[in-house]
């Protein structure tokens, strides 16, 4: 299967920890972005490269976030000292070009 | 501010009959629309886009029209099939000049096929 994968698909921590999530995109995409969904909303945008450069960051990435994409393949997310505000399904996507971006199933985070 | 808003949260449909999902949006600079279909616990499936220079596009059972003079798309399927029971996300994109064309996502409705 060559479709975006996303690491790990669940993921319950208690309040304070660090958490990183990763995403394999499809390997000829250089577009990759970040989306968050909570209960009831549709994503919403968090960040997005191209290639190995992260060009554009949400409002909603506070300082506690970090993401990167080293080398322009696989990417990470980091969570540092998470809040329960945090939990929420954390989407990956990649896209070859605007017209559509293909998504990743997710990583469920749950915040004790 | 929801720049993109699907006010229908659910709709019921018989299956063979039409579905129509609507959407409407507020940002002018939005240029291009897409649908994504989503199961419980799987990320966004992509369905059908259109661009602003158009005002049509269908692909098999799916139709999508927009309307630029009312900020308007809606997603026609038809005939319907219980399979198509999913939530219905509506996004749109512009290009704001950050080369990111992140998309937009409305709230979404959630269809269901009655068989």
Redesign the interface.
């Known amino acids: 299967d060559t479709g975006v994968s996303q690491d790990p698909r669940h993921k319950i921590t208690k309040r304070g920890q660090n958490v990183t999530f990763r995403c394999d995109p499809i390997s000829e995409h250089n577009r990759l972005y970040w989306y968050r969904q909570t209960l009831g909303q549709g994503p919403e945008f968090l960040t997005y490269f191209q290639n190995e450069a992260q060009l554009e960051k949400s409002r909603l990435l506070s300082d506690r976030f970090s993401a990167e994409r080293p080398k322009g393949s696989f990417s990470t997310l980091e969570i540092q000292r998470t809040e329960q505000g945090d939990s929420a399904m954390y989407l990956c996507a990649s896209s070859p070009r605007r017209t559509k971006a293909f998504f990743g199933q997710g990583t469920r985070l749950t915040v004790v | 501010d929801q720049q993109?808003k699907q006010n229908s949260p659910s709709l019921s449909v018989q299956e063979g009959r039409i579905s129509i999902l609507n959407c409407d949006y507020t940002n002018s600079m939005f240029d291009?629309f897409?649908w994504?279909k989503k199961y419980p616990?799987?990320?966004?499936?992509?369905l059908i886009?259109i661009s602003s220079i158009k005002d049509k596009n269908e692909d098999g059972r799916f139709t999508v029209f927009l309307n630029k003079s009312a900020k308007h798309l809606s997603l026609h399927i038809v005939p319907s099939q219980p399979g198509d029971s999913a939530v219905y996300?509506c996004?749109a994109?512009e290009d704001s000049g950050?080369?990111?064309?992140?998309?937009?996502?409305?709230?979404?409705t959630k269809l269901s096929v009655i068989p």
């Open positions: 993109v291009y897409l994504y616990a799987e990320g966004p499936t992509f886009s996300f996004a994109s950050a080369g990111s064309y992140q998309l937009t996502f409305g709230k979404g």
